[in-house]
């Protein structure tokens, strides 16, 4: 159980376009999911807190107006990442809570983006 | 969230026990343990958590010492699939209807050897 679906897994674009990235939870219900970015040999860093129903969390230094996140159900989180340049080529991860107090995250595969 | 404190890379033979330790002094009553892998371009796997007992899954063991202020999870049997780093994280449980989010240090590099 707790399986996270992340898609794409790999994407590549060219400079200017926007991408779309979908992450869902398949066999539980997921009111809070979390967004992070992964440089190589670097460890995940958090981006923003996805919030169903409401708007997300952003950590500092993350642009709100860059990485559009989108929370419509308790299974389905989306992060479209808006006019992409090179610099934002990076390895992708959500995840997403099992509701619980102590529960763990449980995390997709990862969507390696690569901009031209 | 406490900080945690772990060796950057450890070496194991395949086939024996691996032990990574994993240091939380600043850790507060109320914050899990929490272990996760992550193998080289995948996202991370949880593995296992627990709060002051010592806690066995199918995949590892977890030791938690009586103060709290450090842990080791325990790979009895390690393969070379078990290459991967591995990340201690501790985290408030969350409140009703509250979250707690997942913040990563820079974890332990295993390498298991044949």
């Known amino acids: 159980g707790a399986v996270v679906s992340q898609h794409p897994s790999w994407v590549i674009c060219k400079s200017g376009t926007s991408v779309k990235i979908e992450c869902r939870s398949l066999?539980?219900?997921?009111?809070?999911m979390f967004w992070y970015r992964q440089f190589p040999k670097q460890s995940l860093m958090l981006m923003a807190t996805s919030n169903e129903g409401s708007k997300a969390t952003y950590e500092q230094g993350v642009e709100k107006d860059k990485f559009l996140i989108n929370h419509a159900s308790l299974t389905l989180s989306t992060l479209t990442v808006t006019s992409a340049h090179p610099e934002d080529s990076s390895f992708y991860i959500c995840s997403a809570r099992v509701y619980g107090r102590d529960q763990p995250q449980h995390f997709g595969d990862g969507t390696r983006l690569s901009i031209l | 969230d406490a900080k945690t404190t772990q060796p950057p890379s450890m070496d194991c033979a395949e086939g024996r026990a691996a032990n990574l330790p994993c240091n939380h002094s600043t850790i507060s009553g109320n914050e899990y343990v929490y272990w996760y892998r992550q193998i080289h371009s995948q996202g991370p796997q949880y593995i296992i958590h627990g709060l002051k007992n010592n806690e066995t899954n199918e995949m590892a063991s977890l030791i938690i010492t009586e103060d709290r202020k450090s842990s080791t999870l325990i790979l009895p049997h390690a393969t070379l699939r078990d290459t991967a780093v591995y990340y201690c994280i501790v985290r408030a449980r969350g409140g009703s209807g509250g979250y707690q989010k997942v913040t990563f240090g820079t974890g332990t590099k295993l390498q298991v050897i044949p």
């Open positions: 066999d539980f219900q997921a009111t809070t």
